[in-house]
């Protein structure tokens, strides 16, 4: 099996960019994936195949990689941006999917 | 409108068999390259993904849960069927399906390993 490593946490002001990591062995070989899941509710999927932006995803948010890691931005942070994000891929086989542990936004 | 949604028991005891079914509408589970997947969360814990069938009946499992995990559809009902046997107490979860949709560029179709829609979820307790 492999795993996703995130950042447990990442804290940040109003109007920052917050940038929240994913690691993980296979994403220089897989897509990836970043969710947004607010208290009670379903994640929302926030970038497809590293980069891409669903319609109705704001433009602050974005997605990036270099090597074994990917990366979320989220440009000009507003308050209701706080929540937990997962990233996701699939193994080598691209048979099993996984996420990584997620981190919590937290906008001060 | 494309929605799922997620039913089943909300308390059984431990090393019981648990059975989720996943009601879709707004698409057909016999779409080309359409999957639907099972994915988990424990209260304040992260996400779990547990299995997926796609449109050709193409079945994968989380490793770690294989031998407890089978994963069904019925395209007459539109509906995906989730057992989980041995139910213990690490197993109390909200329990959720999601669509993976196909992605296409170019006409050009491959399977979607991500998740573009979910089911609000159904909380499973496992206790005596």
Partial sequence: ?108 | QVTLKESGPALVKPTETITLTCSVSGFSLDTPRMGVSWIRQPPGKALEWLAHIFSNDEKHYNTSLKNRLTISKDTSKSQVVLTLTNMGPMDTATYSCARMPPFCAGGVCSYGWYFDLWGRGTLVAVST
């Fill in chain 1, 1 to 108: 099996s492999f795993e996703l490593t995130q950042p447990p946490s990442v804290s940040v002001s109003p109007g920052q960019t917050a940038r929240i990591t994913c690691s993980g062995e296979t994403l220089p070989n897989q897509w990836s994936y970043w969710y947004q899941q607010k208290p009670g509710q379903a994640p929302i999927l926030l970038i497809y195949k590293d980069t891409e932006r669903p319609s109705g995803i704001p433009e602050r948010f974005s997605g990036s990689t270099s090597g074994t890691t990917v990366t979320l931005t989220i440009s000009g942070v507003q308050t209701e941006d706080e929540a937990d994000y997962y990233c996701q891929s699939a193994d080598r086989s691209a048979t099993c999917v996984v996420f990584g542990g997620g981190t919590k936004l937290t906008v001060l």
